[in-house]
């Protein structure tokens, strides 16, 4: 059961124009979301993250929108370069819930994406 | 040497063999987490670490066996695995205070073939 979806596995946009990277998300708990991109042979890197008490959040070319009652967001990359070029998961996450033991820390819980392929040509 | 590393990049190891993966965060971070990443499929969580302390483990099989010594270091010892672990290993770790958010910096992972 895949609580985080991305159903797209891949898109090609031309340089220039709008990328557009679509996640859906079942579990209602959810109220944090993330975005990452990954390049070959690298870990994940973080991009940008939007909490459920707004709607947009931007960020130089970046932006994520997120509709609650769809439990949907997506990413916004205008304009798109090749190096854009990568991987991108988005993620979401629970209210952290503080560890009593653990030093009193919290912990929130990531759930990903199956992740999509943006491919941007010159 | 900044952000996640992870030792080694690639390794390639029979069923019967026993090695370790090693994970070093220099960002002071306070917790770290061990993922598995297999083809086309999400990153699936196998063990979370806080302040040195296992807070959760994702029903994982007792052939993957982790050890966090101290907030900077993260092992995961590997023993009589089979061919569908296959799979790139990805370390991360975050700042987890209370009540806030975890941004997870990942290292770039180890790419593990088991024949």
């Known amino acids: 059961d895949q609580q985080v979806k991305q159903n797209s596995p891949s898109l090609s946009v031309q340089e220039g124009r709008i990328s557009i990277l679509n996640c859906d998300y079942t579990?209602?708990?959810?109220?944090?979301f993330l975005w990452y991109k990954k390049y070959p042979a690298e870990g994940p890197t973080f991009l940008i993250s939007i909490s459920s008490i707004k709607d947009k959040n931007e960020d130089g070319r970046f932006t994520v929108f997120l509709n609650k009652s769809a439990k949907h967001l997506s990413l916004h990359i205008v304009p798109s370069q090749p190096g854009d070029s990568a991987v991108y998961f988005c993620?979401?996450?629970?209210?952290?819930?503080?560890?009593?033991?653990?030093?009193?820390?919290?912990?929130?819980?990531?759930?990903f994406g199956q992740g999509t392929i943006l491919t941007v040509h010159p | 040497e900044t952000g996640v590393t992870q030792t080694p990049r690639h390794l390639v190891m029979g069923m019967t063999n026993k090695k370790s993966l090693k994970c070093e965060q220099h960002?002071?971070?306070?917790?770290m987490y061990w993922y598995k990443q297999s083809a086309k499929k999400p990153l699936e969580l196998m063990f979370v670490y806080s302040l040195e302390e296992r807070v959760e483990n994702n029903s994982v099989p007792s052939r993957f066996s982790p050890e966090c010594p101290n907030s900077s270091h993260l092992f995961l010892h590997l023993h009589t695995l089979q061919p569908e672990d296959s799979a790139l290993y990805l370390c991360?770790?975050?700042?987890?205070?209370?009540?806030?958010?975890?941004?997870?910096?990942f290292g770039p992972g180890t790419r593990l073939t088991v024949l």
């Open positions: 579990n209602s708990m959810f109220d944090y």
């Open positions: 991360a770790s975050s700042h987890n205070d209370r009540g806030s958010y975890n941004e997870q910096f």
């Open positions: 960002l002071g971070h306070n917790a």
């Open positions: 993620a979401a996450s629970e209210t952290p819930k503080i560890l009593s033991r653990a030093g009193g820390t919290s912990y929130g819980k990531l759930t």
